[in-house]
């Protein structure tokens, strides 16, 4: 199954990844490479992968596909020296929210590990089409900005494959 890239406006991206655990690698180099030739600080680039990690392996164990059988992660590097990412899904019997498992659990520290790395997050939409967002300090005058509200636009028209 192959990933599908978009480049929306300047200083983001998109990329539709399959609901299979196989795209969450390929979408971590994805974010990877872009930051990094953007020049974005490597501890920053390290803490978006993770987040980004988080969020897409939540989205493929706890929510549906999108109806195009994927689920879509975006990035922006935005005018506040923000990073934004988010990944958008097609729902699932519950609304994502932070919990605390016990010391033996085997999971459940998804939503804990971006609140301790992302400066806010938060999820928006429900039904049938779900983004949980998170907004990371890119380290220069960071903005205490929220995406609560913000969307960014993609333009899917002009699509490429993208190797895993």
Not at 143 to 153: I, P
Request: glycine letters at 12%; proline letters at 5%.
């Amino acid at each position: 199954m192959a990933m599908v890239v978009a480049r929306g406006v300047p200083d983001s991206e998109a990329v539709l990844v399959p609901h299979a655990s196989v795209g969450v690698g390929a979408a971590r180099h994805r974010l990877i490479a872009d930051l990094t030739d953007r020049g974005v600080d490597p501890l920053v680039v390290d803490d978006a992968a993770l987040v980004l990690s988080e969020l897409l392996s939540n989205a493929l164990k706890h929510a549906h596909a999108l109806p195009s059988g994927s689920v879509r992660a975006a990035w922006a590097v935005r005018d506040d020296n923000l990073l934004a990412i988010e990944v958008t899904d097609g729902g699932g019997p519950t609304r994502p929210r932070q919990s605390s498992p016990s010391l033996t659990a085997r999971g459940g520290r998804g939503l804990s590990i971006i609140d301790a790395l992302a400066s806010d997050w938060g999820v928006r939409g429900g039904g049938e089409e779900v983004t949980v967002w998170a907004l990371l300090s890119t380290g220069e005058r960071a903005g205490t900005g929220s995406a609560a509200d913000e969307t960014w636009d993609f333009d899917f028209d002009a699509v490429e494959p993208l190797d895993g």
